[in-house]
């Protein structure tokens, strides 16, 4: 069993910045690739940005493009997300995530794509 952890959410006025930080721990796998998903209340959970383990290829949502960056790091298993110029509609629940090897044809954007999730860390940005 594999599980993620999530880190760094907290309270923050608009335009600042948070710095999320997600590590695995449990069986050892490689993963495909991580990602951050997040919910708002009476939303639907959506996809944030995401990293491909072994090219270190990044996806971005719009909202997340220029604002915010996904990185790997250091330890196998571990991605932060850096976010900047935070906004009160990013207000959520951040999710971390993780994909199991041997993926084909691979939708970063899509939480099905997706094998194990982490309990969530809050982020709320006021105005």
């Known amino acids: 069993q594999v599980q993620l952890r999530e880190s760094g959410g907290g309270l923050v006025q608009a335009g600042g910045s948070l710095r999320l930080s997600c590590a695995a721990s449990?069986?050892?796998?490689?993963?495909?690739?991580m990602g951050w998903f997040r919910q708002a209340p009476g939303k639907e959970r959506e996809f944030v940005a995401a990293?491909?383990?072994?090219?270190?290829?990044?996806y971005y949502a719009d909202s997340a493009k220029g604002r915010f960056t996904i990185s790997r790091g250091s330890a196998k298993n571990t991605v932060y997300l850096q976010m900047n110029s935070l906004k009160p509609e990013d207000t959520a629940v951040y999710y971390c995530?993780?994909?199991?090897?041997?993926?084909?044809?691979?939708?970063?954007?899509?939480?099905?794509?997706?094998?194990?999730w982490g309990q969530g860390t809050q982020v709320t940005v006021s105005s």
């Open positions: 995530a993780a994909v199991e090897p041997g993926q084909f044809n691979w939708n970063s954007k899509s939480l099905y794509e997706y094998d194990y």
């Open positions: 449990g069986r050892t796998f490689s993963s495909y690739a």
């Open positions: 990293v491909r383990r072994r090219t270190g290829t990044t």
